[in-house]
Each structure stands twice: as structure tokens, then as C-alpha cells.
């Protein structure tokens, strides 16, 4: 099978993927286009058949069982893309059935069907049979520019040491921010490494949105723009409505909202689309607690490519720079907590203001709170925040955490016991 691998990095998913594999029938990996998938299920799997390949798709369209591998020395068998041929998903499910061997099918997906295809199609959830996984585009960890000597887990057990790390130079975070977490782009030159993520964008416009029906591809595009304007922000699609349109009256308004409403559907079902709820428990006025979820694309490099965003003009624009660094370190926290098996959330308190850019919830049900701050001149903002934080709270953190972009060392802080974290030195 085609592989390269001289060219491939271990991905955090992978570990989910053996123990789902030795428990479930078959693994459903879902996941964007490009952010590796494919590469890392033929790591796991001993055939494989391409959905995208046109005379496969047809053989799978007139008998789905025709695809199959019958071979138990061939399993697990990747079926790439199998969204392209929906019935095959209960077809996958039926052959689980027919055997008590377990990971005989790793299926991966970039798009999730509509929900009329769903009802048509797809008539069992595959409960019990196939294993549902999300993979993401790679962390700094995973792409070996975070050196993991700053461990989530450690701070958890409150077992992190003090350690040097050396001191990353802010063009540098520039140029993670525009390369982002895409597997292809981890070893091209500086001067390219915008070229993937516009590549993405462009695709969205001309081929991945129009798949069942003809959108307007201006405002796709405009769409895009706001959300890439908006990125860690809390807004609500009133917002994005006037970024991408002007109305006149409460008709077009509502033709305007349907629009967005299905706008923001199609990039969900393409995986673009990562919202972080928002976390209120064990608050001491919940009354007060925000509820709208903090928006992100699922890598910040989707958001610097569609507001033509360069290392120059991040250094030029601090404030901007600030979100996307906001991004690209919640990018990772997501991973990691994805890892961990936890979740990640932001905390909002509507009449104070008091906000906290990341909370952690482990699975034991401990949580940490995290400040994200790209200089180290506003780490005694974040520590009064985390502070005014954890007074208010009933339920204490377990720990709290202050990630920086530029700083030389993993430092817990004598007199509050908060971490200070450079992005480049953290790691599950």
C-alpha cells in the first residue's frame, strides 16, 4: 500500500485507535480533509480500498459486500472515504454482526452525510459495533515543536517541576500560526507554508460546499471571513449576518439567518468547525453565566489564510496576533483533552465581565483553569483573573495555568501556585 514512512509522525490518536480496535467491530475515524487520517489508519490496517477511486465506488454501489476483504490475515481493512457510498455504513455494521472477531474495519470520513442521506442511508447507528473516533489537525506536540516538558497530566497530579525550556522567538509562533497543524505542510519552506491552508479554503469555495446542492460561493467566502474575524471570540450569528450581508427589512433578515444557518452546517459536516462550550459548574451565580460557545475554525492557519494573513502582518498586529495565538493554543488543549478524555470549555460571567479563556475537565470530573496570554508582560493580568476566578467558584480548580507564547521556562509561581507555560514546551 502507498506509505511513506520516513515522513510520518506519531499521532495522539493513535493509542484510542488500538483500544478501540481491540473492543469495537469496526473504528470510525471522522476528521477535515488533509489532517492525516488516511496516513495514520494504514499505520493500523493490513488492506485497504479508496472510495474516491471510481470504479471501487461503483463496484461498492452495485454489492457493498464486493469491497470487503474476506482474508482475517488482511484485517483491520481501511475503507477510505466511505461517506462517498453511504449504505456502507450499515453493510460495515451487518459484517460485525456476522462475527464475534473484533477490529476488523478502520472507515474514515471528511464530510458527515446530511441528515436527509442519514434517514435514507444509514438506518442503524452503529451502536455497540463501530467505534467513533474525531481526529484533528496536529498539535505542536504531535508536529515536534512543543517539547513536551510540560505535561497536563503532571499539573493534574501536581507532580510538574520547574524546568528550563529556552525561549522561542515570536516569528517563530508567527509562522506556526500561518503553517498550522496540516501533516503535509510540517517540513515545507517558510516562504510556502501559507500555500496549504489557502489550498484548503479555495477547495471549500469551489468544490466541498456545492456537494448537494449549488451555495453562493461570495457568501461562503464572507462567511468564512467572519468567522476568521471572530476566531475565540464569543458572537452570535446576528454578528455574523451583518459581516456578510446587508438587509433592509425583517424578510431578508430571515432569508439572511436561514443562509448562515445552513452555511454554518455545511462546515460542520465538513469538521471545519470546532465551537467551545461554555462551563458553569459550581459557580456561585449561575444566573450570570454566559452560554454562548467561543468560535474557532479547526485550525487557526483556515483563519489566517482567509484574512490573508502573513508572519509580517501578525507581527505588525499585535491584537490579531493575540486571537490566533488564543486559537492555535486551544487548538492543542483540545487535543490533549481529547487524549485525556476530557473536554475543553471557556467560562464567561455576563454582568462582571470575568471571563477565563480555557477550562480543562478531566474524566475523574476534576478541572483546571487556563489564561492564554502571547506575551509575558500580561501574565499578572491572567494570574488576577484565574484568582478572581477561584473565589468565586465552589468546586476549586485542581490547578491553574497561565500559557504564554514567549517564555524560557515552565515555572510554578511560589506565592499563588499558578503554572506559567510556554505553548512550545506542553504535551498531554
Known amino acids: 500500500m502507498p506509505f511513506y514512512k520516513n515522513e510520518y509522525r506519531k499521532r495522539l490518536i493513535e493509542k484510542k485507535l488500538e483500544e478501540y480496535l481491540s473492543v469495537f467491530g469496526a473504528v470510525s475515524i471522522e476528521g477535515p480533509k488533509w489532517c492525516g487520517k488516511t496516513w495514520t ?14 470504479d471501487v465506488r461503483e463496484m461498492a454501489k452495485l454489492d457493498v459486500k464486493s469491497i470487503f476483504n474476506k482474508d482475517s490475515e488482511k484485517k483491520p481493512q481501511l475503507i477510505d472515504e466511505w461517506h462517498l457510498v453511504p449504505t456502507l455504513w450499515d453493510a460495515v455494521r451487518r459484517e460485525c454482526d456476522r462475527t464475534t472477531e473484533k477490529g476488523n474495519f478502520i472507515i474514515t470520513g ?4 446530511p441528515n436527509k442521506i442519514m434517514k435514507e442511508k444509514v438506518h442503524h447507528s ?6 467513533r473516533l474525531n481526529m484533528y489537525t496536529m498539535s505542536l506536540y504531535e508536529s515536534g515543536d512543543s517539547l513536551g516538558k510540560a505535561s497536563l497530566s503532571k499539573m493534574l497530579n501536581h507532580t510538574q517541576e520547574t524546568v528550563n525550556t529556552g525561549s522561542v522567538e515570536i516569528l517563530q509562533l508567527a509562522k506556526l500560526l500561518i503553517r498550522g497543524g496540516w501533516p503535509a505542510n510540517i517540513n515545507i519552506d517558510d516562504n510556502k507554508i501559507g500555500l496549504i491552508p489557502k489550498s484548503y479554503i479555495d477547495s471549500i469555495l469551489n468544490i466541498d460546499m456545492h456537494e448537494e446542492k449549488r451555495r453562493d460561493k461570495n457568501k461562503m467566502k464572507m462567511l468564512l471571513k467572519s468567522l476568521a474575524r471572530n476566531e475565540a471570540s464569543i458572537v452570535g450569528n446576528k454578528t455574523i449576518i451583518k459581516d456578510i450581508e446587508e438587509y433592509e427589512n425583517s424578510q431578508q433578515l430571515l432569508s439572511s439567518r436561514d443562509t448562515v444557518i445552513d452555511y454554518l452546517d455545511i462546515l460542520d459536516r465538513l469538521h471545519l468547525i470546532e465551537n467551545q462550550e461554555a ?7 449561575p444566573s450570570r453565566i454566559g452560554k454562548s460557545p467561543k468560535r474557532h475554525l479547526t485550525d487557526p492557519s483556515l483563519s489566517c489564510a482567509c484574512l490573508g494573513l502573513t508572519p509580517e502582518k501578525l507581527l505588525k498586529d499585535l491584537n490579531t496576533f ?3 495565538f488564543e486559537a492555535l493554543v486551544e487548538r492543542d488543549l483540545r487535543i490533549y483533552m481529547d487524549y485525556l478524555d476530557g473536554h475543553l470549555y471557556h467560562f464567561r ?35 488576577k483573573s484565574l484568582l478572581n ?4 467558584m465552589v468546586k476549586k480548580p485542581s490547578f491553574m495555568c497561565v500559557i504564554v507564547g514567549k517564555c524560557p521556562a515552565v515555572i510554578k509561581d511560589n506565592e499563588t501556585g499558578i ?10
Open 41 to 54: 489508519s494504514l499505520r493500523h490496517s493490513k488492506s485497504v480500498v479508496y472510495m474516491d477511486d471510481d
Open 110 to 113: 471528511s464530510t458527515t452525510l
Open 126 to 131: 452503529g451502536a455497540g459495533r463501530i467505534g
Open 279 to 285: 462551563y458553569g459548574e459550581n459557580y456561585r451565580s
Open 322 to 324: 493575540g486571537f490566533m
Open 349 to 383: 460571567d455576563n454582568v462582571t465581565g470575568l471571563e477565563v479563556d480555557s477550562i480543562l475537565e478531566f474524566e475523574d470530573g476534576e478541572y483546571a483553569a487556563v489564561e492564554i496570554k502571547l506575551g509575558y508582560n500580561q501574565v499578572e493580568e491572567a494570574k
Open 389 to 392: 476566578f477561584y473565589d468565586n
Open 419 to 428: 503554572y506559567i507555560v510556554p505553548i512550545t514546551a506542553l504535551k498531554p
